[in-house]
């Protein structure tokens, strides 16, 4: 097991838990200060060196999950996927990322990589063609993203690790999407987990932090860039994150299997085009992901048929809440070409698949019925503005 010797739920309820000395409390203790003794001690502890009590115990829980040596908590995803990747790169070097990533992290290299001297391609397609073809001389990193927002591609972790050993790279991940509960890529030869703590390990839509797993060596290089950058997170809210955790693996465990449930029957209905879930035997990357994959995820997407207003659609949805981000306990959808993937203009969006009828639905643990009445009742409402063709 990738989380050690203890079980999942074991791990996400107590590990790296701080000991409540003093009163024996059954919960960590929150240690607010942001000024510590510096004489007669081992560690000199300062909340921007990412060692505080809490910061370290969370850490310690993250590093577990992800079955890796030491990890670190950040005041957001974007602040651990740019201080991961800047730690690996410097002027000259060349990194390769895989096509369609989040578009903070997309934003990051086209925006602020050219002005350090760091080159980039990103692949054409997922194939391992594709991403020998991008690696050059200088080449130092690889970078991925699976499953893909918000099409649900999968990348195959096991052919990246081969690639990185080969050409001598650093392998990163973004493993928001899976979660360490359905996916711990170390087991396939990826060097560096980064997740958006704000999504699943949060999971109540109330906290924005970001988290980053892999071998001490590689995490003490990410330190040494970090304490200069200086995204590290209050103490409050990696204290709330770390009560998160606890139900970490019981909410995305509910919430794979609503996710399944509800492909399945949305993908019965005639209102609905297409739905991309790689639980489905009929996503084209479903063996792929049977392989290195535990669960499917709470993440989905579906093509709304011709004729049937998205916007209505949404609009009429009453339990299931319109909302940019994802992977809270309540179910959220929104339009990838009004949000998420609307800078990249029209013919960008065609050409990756993204069409103005396609919804992403962030499934969450509510019940499977509740969520299809209010679907049903959408549809209807919107059958009656605009009549399905
Ligand atoms: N990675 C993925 C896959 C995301 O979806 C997000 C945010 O939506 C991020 C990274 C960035 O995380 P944050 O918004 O916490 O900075």
């Not at 499953?147 to 990348?155: A, Q, Y």
């Not at 209505?312 to 949000?339: D, N």
């Amino acid at each position: 097991m990738a989380q050690g010797k203890l079980g999942l739920n074991t791990v996400c309820t107590h590990t790296g838990e701080v000991p409540d000395e003093q009163f024996q409390g059954a919960i960590s203790p929150i240690y607010l200060s942001s000024s510590y003794a510096y004489e007669g001690v081992d560690v000199k502890r300062y909340p921007r060196y990412f060692n505080t009590p809490n910061q370290e115990g969370l850490s310690k829980k993250v590093a577990a999950l992800e079955g890796c040596e030491a990890g670190m908590i950040f005041g957001s995803g974007m602040a651990a996927v740019s201080t991961t990747l800047m730690a690996f790169l410097q002027k000259g070097d060349h990194v390769v990322l895989q096509e369609a990533l989040y578009g903070g992290t997309y934003n990051l290299v086209v925006e602020e990589f050219e002005k350090f001297g760091i080159e980039y391609s990103f692949t054409e397609g997922l194939s391992e063609a594709a991403f020998e073809a991008a690696v050059r001389e200088n080449t130092k990193v690889v970078y991925v993203e699976t499953p893909s927002n918000p099409l649900m591609k999968v990348t195959d972790l096991a052919m990246i690790g081969r690639l990185a050993k080969k050409h001598n790279l650093v392998s990163m991940i973004d493993n928001t999407f899976a979660s360490p509960v359905n996916q711990t890529p170390k087991d396939f030869g990826i060097d560096i987990m980064i997740h958006s703590a704000t999504k699943y390990m949060g999971g109540h839509s109330d906290i924005c932090a970001g988290a980053v797993a892999a071998s001490q060596e590689h995490i003490d290089r990410i330190w040494n860039l970090a304490k200069n950058f200086g995204g590290s997170l209050s103490d409050m809210t990696v204290w709330l994150l770390e009560r998160s955790m606890k139900t970490m693996a019981l909410r995305v465990k509910q919430q794979n299997a609503n996710a399944l449930a509800m492909a399945e029957w949305l993908d019965s209905r005639e209102e609905v085009e297409r739905v991309y879930y790689p639980g489905l035997a009929s996503h084209p990357d479903h063996e792929l992901a049977k392989s290195q994959m535990r669960g499917f995820s709470g993440m989905m997407s579906f093509e709304l048929a011709d004729g049937i207003g998205a916007e209505a659609f949404l609009e009429a949805l009453q339990l299931i809440k319109p909302s940019m981000s994802l992977a809270g306990v309540e179910s959220t959808m929104l339009l990838p070409s009004k949000t998420s993937h609307f800078l990249l203009g029209e013919e960008e969006r065609a050409r990756q698949g993204i069409s103005e009828q396609l919804i992403r639905f962030s499934v969450g643990i509510e019940e499977v019925e509740d969520l299809q009445g209010d679907i049903v009742a959408a549809l209807k409402q919107t059958a009656q503005v605009q009549p399905v063709n």
